[in-house]
């Protein structure tokens, strides 16, 4: 129990010194372990845009176009389904509801989707949270509109203002569907998912919107320059059967969505592409996913910042300790014993900067989880630590013991040499 | 109790090589002798209390303390021997600053338990209180050492270094900080302690008033024939 004693001992009267360095070391560890709790967050939140979805069906195309077109609002789906086709599955005895999703128009920026009311009950985010109204109601006649709450908080709308439907992305005068225009009747409250950058309106509406134009001779979208319409968007015989962009599947049994994935993918009647939500996510992360690596990176160089400074610590203090190092050999005290004693108190340095950096970790997340949810809509969520962590926290301490034994080798080498004159 | 504590012969002992610090070719020193060691700086004064104390190796030659032979043990042996067996008090800042005076004059026991054993039935704060009074600080063994004048520390570092009754003690100018009152008071006590414990005690100094206190004087510069080896060579 002597040597124990000794380091507390030590490390006690060199308060000073002794925090700073377990305050650098905390730092390092509040950094590695603080970004592994955002990397999981922000894969958790990820993973998290679309629940409740089983399947998303589109047109045969890639996977990725589909989930991209469809959940994120990014590029243009790879064609489209005839409407009965959805009809048609919606009937299948594993499905337990399909809701069309209608792409290919906008209003200032922001995609139009047109879709059923249906879809507000049935998408979920993050945890199983469902789409919420701030203000006014769903959409449900065929000139309403529901915004999401950056569409609202940017153009500053609210229950009641007009919107002018656009076919494609882009503004362009000539291409607005004017003699159809539609009124807002909800906002939705912030989902921190793409919804927030949409704006519904109800299949009938974009119908009606679609056949007053085609009554309007020059405003026909597959003419337009400029304009993205996307291939399958052309609504030019609207009399004919409607077609939509993708309908999302919700099964009865989760396990038979692989099994009516299959199923649509031979689709004999209409060539589809059937895609299971997660598993697409989890393809696109794994190509974005190299941030992540970025990520953990930098929290391994802030650690090695750390454990510099702590060994830089330990040796300018060991430099004013070479007095004590001579009085221990003087007594007696073997290699073993000086060994020990430097390895312990640096130990024990790495021991409590990990404790206080996962503590400032814990302590941070308890203050700040609430607020960044609110302000960015990340969930990191108070967990223990993961395997990851662990293994963290144990190269830190390795690596501070390890630190530890080069300058108790020195010391011992040195007070040999000169411990013993009076002048050290 | 009587023999020999301390036996050199032969002793060659260089930091490089070429350059001989130390020759002696004959030192013996019986237990209960208390020794005047002199000689001007660089005489090797410092690397003989090394090799006396099994910190330094000789090169060739052989020391033998308490009749055992240092040349022929290892490194650990030989700091396990010092912990057991001697005691060392240097010039100034003798003790551990952050432990109080009781710790610092235990840690010769803590660190060995053959010391402890040879305090035998005797508690160890006993033991401490024991050593304390002999040396005149019994009221200061909680103090910390911060607090503690040179003259006090020194008295400390002696305590530690008689604790346990140690064959052999080295005292490397252990009173040039004090003031010449302090210094006779600090020998007195220290001659008590040696004899009480049947110790040799090898005490350099360059005082050569306190010359008269030894029972005998050794002067390094006529024993070592380094110097002379060096300019013959």
């Given at each position: 129990m ?19 360095t377990?305050?650098s ?6 950094l590695?372990v603080?970004?592994e709790?955002v990397?999981a967050g922000v894969?958790a ?5 679309i ?11 890639g996977t ?6 469809t ?23 594993a ?6 999703y209608?792409?290919?128009d ?6 139009v ?5 249906e ?8 945890n ?8 006014g109601?769903i959409?449900?006649?065929d ?5 999401g709450?950056?569409?609202a ?5 609210t229950v009641?203002?007009?919107v002018v439907v ?6 362009i005068?000539?291409?607005s569907?004017?003699?159809h225009?539609?009124r ?5 409250r ?12 109800t ?9 007053e ?9 597959g ?5 993205e319409?996307?291939?399958?968007m052309n609504r030019?015989?609207?009399a004919?059967?409607?077609q939509?962009?993708a309908?999302?599947?919700?099964t009865?049994n989760r396990f038979?969505?692989l ?8 689709d004999?009647?209409e060539?589809?592409?059937a895609?299971?939500?997660?598993v ?6 794994q190509n ?5 690596v970025?990520l953990?990176v930098?929290?391994?160089?802030a ?11 330990l040796?300018s203090s060991l430099e ?8 221990f050999?003087?007594?007696g005290?073997?290699?073993?014993t ?5 390895v ?12 206080v950096?996962v ?11 609430s607020?960044?949810e609110?302000?960015f809509?990340?969930?990191?969520s ?8 662990w293994?963290?926290?144990?190269m830190v301490l ?8 080069v ?5 011992y080498?040195?007070?040999l040499?000169?411990?013993?004159s009076?002048?050290? | 109790m009587s023999g020999?504590?301390?036996?050199l012969?032969?002793?060659r002992f ?9 020759a002696?070719d ?6 209960g002798?208390t020794?005047?060691?002199h000689g001007p ?13 099994g ?7 052989s020391?033998r303390?308490?009749?055992q ?5 290892s490194g650990?042996?030989?700091d396990a021997?010092r912990?057991?067996h001697?005691?060392?008090v240097?010039q100034m ?7 109080s005076?009781r710790?610092n004059?235990?840690?010769?026991i803590?660190?060995d ?5 040879r305090?035998?039935e005797v508690?160890?704060d006993?033991?401490?209180r024991t050593m ?6 019994a009221?200061l063994l909680d ?7 040179v ?5 400390v570092?002696?305590?530690r270094?008689?604790i ?6 080295i005292?490397?100018e252990?009173t ?6 302090r210094?006779?008071?600090f020998l007195r006590l220290?001659?008590?302690s040696c ?8 005490f350099v100094?360059?005082?050569?008033t306190l010359r ?8 390094l510069t006529?024993?070592n ?8 060579a």
């Open positions: 002597l040597i124990p004693r000794l380091a507390l001992h030590s490390l006690r009267s060199r308060l000073l010194t002794t925090s700073l377990v305050a070391i905390a730092l390092s560890v509040t590695l603080g970004i709790h990397r894969r939140s990820f993973a998290g845009t629940r409740g979805v089983d399947l998303i069906v589109g047109a045969r195309g990725l176009q589909a989930l991209l077109s959940v994120f609002g990014i590029g243009s789906p790879s064609g489209s389904v005839k409407l009965s086709t959805v009809e048609r599955w919606k009937t299948h005895p499905v337990k509801w399909a809701v069309p209608s792409l290919g906008s209003h200032r920026g922001f995609r989707v047109g879709t059923t009311p879809f507000f009950e049935r998408y979920r985010f993050r199983n949270a469902s789409v919420t109204l701030t203000s109601h959409a449900a006649g000139t309403d509109v529901v915004i709450s950056d569409v908080d940017r153009l500053q709308y009641g203002s007009p656009v076919h494609g992305l882009r503004d005068g000539t291409s569907h004017e003699t225009p539609f807002v009747v909800g906002v939705l912030r989902t921190f998912t793409p919804i927030d950058r949409s704006i519904y309106v299949l009938e509406g974009i119908k009606a919107m679609h056949e134009d085609a009554n309007v001779p020059g405003a026909m979208p003419a337009m320059p400029g304009a319409a996307p291939p399958g030019l015989s609207a004919a059967d409607e939509v962009s309908f999302f599947v919700g009865r038979e969505a099994m009516l994935q299959r199923e649509m993918n031979t004999l009647v060539p589809l592409t895609v299971i939500p997660g697409a996510l989890g393809e696109l992360w974005i996913g190299s941030a992540e970025g953990r930098i929290a391994l160089f650690v090695a910042i750390g454990l510099t400074g702590m060994l830089v610590a040796y004013a300790r070479r007095r004590e190092m001579a009085i050999r003087a007594i005290a073997g290699p073993r000086i060994i020990s004693l430097l312990l108190e640096s130990g024990m340095l790495a021991l409590l900067g990990c404790v950096g503590g400032t970790v814990y302590l941070g997340l308890a203050f700040a989880q607020p960044i609110q302000r809509g990340l969930h990191l108070i967990r223990p630590l993961g395997i990851t962590e293994g963290y926290l144990a390795a690596a501070g013991i390890v630190i530890g034994v300058p108790a080798w020195k010391a080498r040195t007070s040499v000169d411990g013993l009076p002048r050290a | 020999t504590a301390v036996e012969s032969q002793v260089a930091y490089r090589e070429q350059q001989p610090v130390l002696i004959h030192l013996s020193i019986a237990r002798e020794v005047f060691l700086s660089g005489s090797g004064k410092t690397t003989l209390l090394g090799i006396l104390a910190v330094l190796q000789a090169n060739s030659g020391v303390i308490l009749e032979d240092f040349t022929r043990m650990g042996a030989r021997f912990a057991r001697l005691g060392y240097f800042f003798n003790l551990i600053p952050y432990l005076v710790e004059i235990l840690l010769p803590r660190l338990a053959g010391r402890r054993a305090l035998g508690s160890l006993r033991a401490v304390a009074e002999e040396l005149d600080i009221g103090a910390p050492i911060g607090e503690l004048s003259g006090q520390q020194q008295r570092a002696a305590a270094a008689l346990g009754s140690p064959e052999v003690v005292a490397d252990p040039s900080a004090l003031d010449t009152d210094r006779e008071q220290l001659f008590a004899e009480k414990a049947q110790a040799a005690l090898v100094s360059h005082d050569h008269p206190l030894f029972s005998r004087t050794v002067s006529d024993i024939r380094a110097t002379s080896l060096r300019s013959a």
